[in-house]
């Protein structure tokens, strides 16, 4: 019994003697430093590219025009075994031309049944041709005649051509105006290479028609810009 008492005396006090030991280990652990906290980088976003407004355009505006040279007065009518030449400058470019009017009649005994109406262009070339049927012009009086153009367009000057090939009394014939000094009105003669100016004036001095500065044709064009 006294051993006993004797050996438990000494595991307590083996155990109390440990029991220091042991918590100073356990106060010389220290807890781990936590890691700085990493600062995140923000990326910005790039600014969205400001788009210009666009003003709305004005709406252009088709402009119709006639041009002629004559002011509607009738001094004389005239025949012609060719035809008839008339030279145009456009107020604009490009001019497209949609009508061309003419004043005029048959005369005497109808020996064609149709007349022809071409555009040249500035070169006189052939830039449109038609054939029509003399009918659209008044019998034994004057009228207008107009024929439509299906939107020819050209870039500067141009001429209107009107080849009836009748002389005198044999169809068509076109009203002049002498009104104005003629600058752009003349004849053509029609030969083997085709429709051609007349370079020299063949009717008497003594006539009306002898005086081309007095011939402007009552010939027409109506067209847009």
């Given at each position: ?34 890691a700085p ?120 000057k141009f ?18 105006d002498d ?47």
């Amino acid at each position: 019994m006294h051993r006993i008492l004797v050996l438990c005396g000494l595991i307590w006090l083996i155990v109390s003697l440990a029991l220091p030991a042991i918590g100073c280990q356990q106060q010389a652990i220290e807890a781990p430093t936590p890691a700085p906290a990493q600062s995140q980088t923000h990326i910005r976003a790039p600014e969205p590219t400001p788009i210009p407004l666009q003003e709305p355009q004005p709406e252009k505006k088709t402009v119709e025009v006639e041009l002629k040279y004559d002011y509607g007065k009738v001094s004389n009518v005239m025949s012609s075994c060719g035809g008839y030449l008339v030279d145009f400058m456009p107020p604009a470019t490009p001019f497209t031309i949609t009508e061309v009017r003419m004043m005029g009649g048959v005369f005497g005994e109808q020996t064609r049944d149709n007349f022809e109406i071409s555009i040249w262009n500035k070169d006189k070339e052939v830039i449109y041709k038609d054939e029509l049927p003399v009918t659209m012009f008044t019998s034994g009086s004057l009228g207008e005649v107009k024929v439509d153009i299906p939107n020819v367009e050209i870039d500067g000057k141009f001429f209107v051509h009107v080849f009836t090939g009748t002389c005198r009394l044999q169809g068509i014939s076109i009203a002049a105006d002498d009104s104005v000094f003629n600058k752009h009105s003349t004849l053509t003669s029609r030969t083997f290479e085709g429709d051609k100016e007349q370079q020299e004036w063949h009717y008497p001095s003594d006539l009306w028609s002898g005086d081309k500065s007095k011939i402007n044709w009552m010939i027409r064009v109506v067209g847009t810009y």
